[in-house]
């Protein structure tokens, strides 16, 4: 389940018991594990969404340092290229 369908299905459990007038130890209780649900999955999401957030800054440096050897090489075979025209 989603962080988003469980925030509005904690918050349609809790407004129904809020509504019925009469919560009963039994609604409280399903609001209660409904809402801790939803927390966990929050922060199951949060969780998620660092370490995906880690493995494309790692990607990112990667690509960079992948630039910069390609340009280091492309610069090197010029200087061969032109050191073999002298000749």
């Not at 407004?15 to 399903?30: K, M």
């Amino acid at each position: 389940m989603t962080f988003k369908t469980t925030l509005k299905m904690s918050a349609a459990a809790a407004s129904l018991a809020i509504l019925a007038g009469c919560a009963s130890t039994g609604a409280l209780e399903e609001v209660r594990m409904t809402a801790e649900s939803a927390q966990a999955d929050a922060s199951e999401a949060r969780s998620n969404s660092s370490q995906a957030l880690n493995t494309a800054n790692q990607a990112q440096r990667d690509a960079q340092a992948a630039l910069q050897m390609s340009e280091q090489n492309r610069e090197e075979m010029e200087r061969m290229f032109e050191r073999s025209m002298q000749k």
